[in-house]
């Protein structure tokens, strides 16, 4: 399956829910159009479980699910790929450990040389974030919009854009060059339907 050029990227809230609400979420949020998820907890319980559930409701979607962080959870269950952070292993290990079929996407935070470089290597999409206050990464380094108008020149692979997106400020990211908005609160904070129906308002106009 290929990384979407356009659209929406579901990334899962999974902090004091159950695998159940998790998936109930993740299905409403396929339902109404998501373009790729990914599978991202920080303190699992049971992640081959879950890791394993959403790639079905994926499936059924045609929807690529992608692990954050493992490459061996995603190997072991069989997704469709791995979101890599800086300490997660290079691309040139990770596509042997998964195969060429594999989607590898990379966070670049706000540093254009290494989308450049992680193109180079072979990554299916870069990540720049987070542009907004974000409660899912209260921590993470601001990036700067100018950051995506200077990649939209020398970037050929989709750019996603991360952190703090709402449907109030997510369009003035893609007028920039963002190619894909990837949200987790802003969807999974609400009712996951009328969310994510919001946010594809924007790749409308």
Not at 11 to 35: H, M, P, R, Y
Not at 50 to 77: F, G, H, M, T, W
Request: glycine share 8%; aromatic share 6%.
């Amino acid at each position: 399956m290929e990384f979407p050029t356009s659209g929406l990227y579901a990334i899962t809230q999974t902090e004091n829910k159950s695998c159940d609400t998790v998936l109930q979420e993740v299905s409403l949020a396929l339902k109404s159009g998501v373009s790729v998820v990914q599978y991202r907890d920080k303190n699992p319980t049971d992640s081959v479980y879950l890791a394993k559930e959403l790639l079905l409701r994926c499936k059924q979607y045609k929807v690529p699910l992608l692990i954050n962080d493992s490459a061996d959870l995603a190997e072991q269950i069989g997704a469709d790929g791995v979101h890599l952070g800086k300490d997660d292993g290079n691309i040139v290990g990770i596509r042997k450990q998964l195969g060429y079929k594999a989607i590898i996407g990379i966070s670049c935070y706000n540093n254009l040389p290494n989308a450049i470089k992680a193109q180079d290597d072979g990554a299916d999409y870069v990540a720049f974030g987070r542009f907004f206050p974000s409660s899912s990464k209260p921590l993470a380094s601001p990036a700067q919009i100018e950051t995506l108008r200077e990649a939209k020149n020398k970037i050929q692979i989709p750019i996603v854009a991360i952190g703090g997106i709402l449907p109030s400020n997510g369009g003035s990211l893609l007028k920039a060059g963002a190619d894909i908005l990837a949200v987790i609160d802003g969807i999974f904070s609400h009712n996951p339907e009328q969310s994510t129906k919001a946010y594809l308002n924007l790749f409308s106009k």
